[in-house]
């Protein structure tokens, strides 16, 4: 693992090497990610490494530039989800995010299992989930590309890419400083500062985030309460110009939190202040011994990301163009969570992530007047672990879990804990507390290697046909050990059912796969305004070395291996994209034909396993609208429906056939309009309210109504005053303006115990914030 480690440091240091000693060469380039430029209603993409109006591209693209994301209040990428039809984020915490596109989410912490959909920052992926989530501030653009698209944006597209560009450094001087400060005692302090000539050029960005907890944890054993935020991210980037045929950027990013214990809210367990309720207060204490056991004595995430980044591009000779990105990512996390949502010490649990990763892309590109196209390679490897500390008492976890002895409460209609006087009666009074731990561990050393080639005919003036193909090999290898202490009152190997000590010996296992991932498009110019476009393309979810332990006949401890095989996806996708005068707008209906399809399966023992599922399909419409009703009145709507569901022939139990995925809704729309008018003396008001909408959305499979959250409407706002020629800005926003309450997950480690818990989701949140700006 050093070796490796070392190897993928020694190629972005030589590749850096070799991209400066090329200063005195002549060239010039974009960033290599998928630029976004807008003018009114039009946007101009490179998803498909050219620059191309987004009507033109043959594939479907929601674009927001960093402005466009402060009018409508967006901070986080959750938020940005309510605004693009078809995505869907939730974060539960910042180490455990799900990315949903096109019903289809990515939200394995294991280190086995590969993402579905790729998460991309500086035009790196960053798609492995307890490393991928962090601040968005000081943005040029987000793009989400939705559909498998593997020549461009590689092999974990399987349904979609997210790609998040940060501004970079631009010729000249200017700064901007925003303060904001809002209820829960909300802080936020975010800015830049920007300096440098044509040739070199740097920019320093910031984002400091402190909030409140919005639920009060009962708990005195607890200093904070639940869900509080304490955030900072900060971003060095420079540019290096040095002629009009070479481009390089260097980014360095450092990402933190310091956030308060995720509210797991028991559905069954009373607290002091009443009867179970996800919207009321909770009472989560951890473990007595959370410090030696769980690292660390307050629920909550501890998380540090390292990131660098490395592109360079060169325009060699007429029409063609080199470009290489190159990326390491290192994060480390250590999460305690109190998983049986009450105040017994009962499931206590912390999760350790730590992991890195390093990526090369090379790229040839070449624009002609009846021919573009591209071919390159890319090497992607990665090192991670996930691992999984318990803690518990034994007579409250029998109790609790089985209800040992009879007539006394898990946890009684005040709050106390009855069951902690279990051991004692079970041991005649010998001992009255019997403190029990375990631990597992999953480790993943993955490296995929792929060359690719994409090309656009342009058949005729109105006829353009696209093909590529990207050729993948993979090498997956995965590990497995585990601590687990037999069961002083039961007598057994283990105390939770199922666990297996693995004798200090690490399991392990490894498997290679090859695949061709294509895509056809086409596109039909009807008309100066109006476009057609077709798409057939292939995606892939990597199969999973899943590995873990269990007992033979002997007793003895045996790795427990499975080969899930992998997931794959037909994409068929029409669409029509319009630009006209003041409106632009676009529908597209898909199809989506899953074999292998991959399911996360809650097991008795508290962990989670993947499982194929057999096949599944999804099919959707997704619909935006813009309109320049005025220049100061810009009207905004979107749309999507998408019935995604297993297959009635479902391979797993036939609870699972037609279930709908996870956290999807079959309905998803948001509406609003920008007002930006001159107001006279320099000054100009502007204001975007908007409402969100989707419909209910099941948050396990086998789908449970218990464990579901039905449609939810939210109203947000956000308006000011600029002034001095908008050296200054004054604002209020708020987000739930009617303060609805509803569910941000529900199930969790508790429900594999028999008690699910539920995660209230933001309540109203307002504020005020003030921007000043150097130009």
């Known amino acids: 693992m050093n070796v490796r480690y070392a190897s993928a440091r020694a190629i972005l240091l030589s590749t850096a090497l070799m991209a400066f000693p090329a200063l005195a060469q002549e060239a010039e380039g974009e960033d290599g990610g998928e630029a976004v430029a807008q003018s009114g209603n039009q946007i101009v993409v490179t998803a498909q490494k050219f620059e191309q109006r987004a009507q033109d591209v043959p594939i479907t693209i929601s674009a927001l530039r960093g402005e466009r994301m402060k009018e409508l209040g967006v901070s986080d990428l959750d938020e940005l989800s309510n605004y693009i039809p078809g995505l869907n ?19 394995s912490g294991s280190a086995q299992q590969g993402p579905r959909v790729t998460l991309y920052y500086n035009g790196v992926d960053i798609s492995r989930s307890r490393g991928s989530y962090q601040s968005i501030y000081d943005l040029d653009r987000v793009e989400v590309i939705k559909g498998p698209q593997a020549t461009l944006f590689g092999t974990a597209s399987a349904v979609g890419a997210i790609s998040i560009v940060p501004a970079r450094p631009e010729p000249g001087l200017s700064a901007e400083m925003t303060g904001v400060y809002g209820n829960y ?3 936020m302090l975010t800015g830049y500062l920007n300096a440098g000539s044509d040739q070199v050029a740097g920019r320093i960005a910031f984002e400091w985030k402190r909030r409140d907890g919005y639920v009060e944890n009962l708990n005195p054993s607890q200093e904070e309460e639940l869900y509080a935020l304490d955030n900072l991210g900060l971003r060095g980037s420079l540019r290096v110009t040095p002629s009009a045929d070479l481009t ?9 939190q310091r956030n308060g214990g995720t509210p797991f809210i028991s559905g069954n367990f009373p607290t002091e202040a009443g009867p179970a309720n996800p919207f009321g207060p909770a009472n989560l204490g951890g473990s007595p011994f959370s410090k030696e056991v769980l690292g660390k004595d307050q629920l909550g995430l501890d998380r540090e990301i390292y990131d660098v980044n490395l592109t360079a591009e060169y325009e060699f000779a007429d029409g063609w163009t080199f470009t290489t990105v190159n990326g390491y990512r290192e994060f480390d996390s250590l999460e305690t969570f109190d998983a049986d949502g009450s105040a017994a010490w009962f499931l206590e649990f912390a999760e350790i992530a730590e992991g890195w990763q390093f990526s090369h892309e090379g790229r040839f590109a070449y624009s002609g007047l009846d021919l573009r196209g591209s071919f390159g390679w890319n090497v992607f490897t990665e090192d991670g672990r996930q691992n999984v500390p318990f803690s518990s008492e034994e007579g409250i976890f029998l109790q609790c879990a089985a209800g040992v002895v009879p007539d006394i ?7 106390s804990v009855p069951a902690e006087q279990v051991t004692g009666l079970l041991t005649g009074g010998q001992v009255s507390q019997l403190p029990y731990q375990s631990m597992f561990e999953n480790q993943g050393q993955n490296d995929s290697y792929s060359v690719f080639a994409d090309a656009t005919w342009i058949a005729t003036q109105a006829l353009e ?3 590529g ?10 590990g497995y050990f585990a601590e687990v202490a037999p069961s002083v009152l039961t007598g057994g190997l283990s105390l939770i059912p199922g666990q297996t000590d693995t004798g200090g010996k690490t399991f392990t296992a490894q498997d290679s796969f090859f695949d061709v991932l294509p895509r056809v498009n086409a596109l039909y110019r009807a008309t100066p305004d109006l476009n057609f476009y077709a798409t057939v393309s292939k995606g892939r979810r990597s199969a999973v070395v899943q590995l873990g332990a269990t007992r033979d006949e002997n007793g003895t401890a045996v790795p427990n291996y499975q080969l899930v095989p992998e997931e794959v996806v037909w994409n068929y996708e029409l669409g029509a994209k319009l630009s006209s005068g003041p409106v632009s707008a676009s529908l597209g209906a898909y199809y989506l034909d899953y074999s292998g399809f991959q399911v996360s399966v809650q097991q008795d023992d508290g962990t989670t396993r993947t499982e194929s599922a057999g096949s599944a399909s999804n099919l959707g419409i997704e619909a935006e609208l813009a309109v320049q009703a005025a220049p100061w009145l810009n009207l905004f709507a979107n749309g999507a429906y998408i019935d995604a569901k297993v297959d009635e022939d479902s391979a797993l139990a036939e609870a699972y056939s037609g279930a709908r995925f996870r956290l999807q809704p079959k309905w998803q729309a948001a509406a609003g309009f920008t007002i930006d008018a001159p107001i006279g003396e320099g000054m100009r008001f502007f204001a975007t309210p908007s409402v969100t909408h989707r419909s209910q959305i099941y948050f396990e499979l086998p789908n449970n109504p218990v464990t579901s959250q039905g449609a939810v409407t939210l109203l947000n706002a956000r308006a000011g005053i600029a002034f001095a020629q908008d050296r200054f800005e004054i604002a209020g926003f708020v987000r739930n303006a009617t303060n609805e309450d509803y569910l941000l997950d529900a199930g969790n480690t508790g429900g594999a115990f028999g008690y699910p818990t539920f995660i209230p989701a933001e309540p109203r949140f307002y504020g005020v914030e003030l921007t000043a700006r150097l130009f």
């Open 89 to 107: 984020v939730q974060e539960q915490s910042a180490n455990n995010p799900g990315i949903v596109i096109r019903g289809v989410t990515s939200d």
């Open 185 to 187: 005692d909300y802080t």
């Open 248 to 256: 390089i950027d260097l980014v360095g990013t450092f990402d933190r």
């Open 409 to 415: 409460p898990c946890v009684a209609p005040d709050g």
């Open 465 to 467: 046909l696209t093909a």
């Open 469 to 478: 193909v990207r050729l993948l090999w993979e090498d997956r290898q995965s």
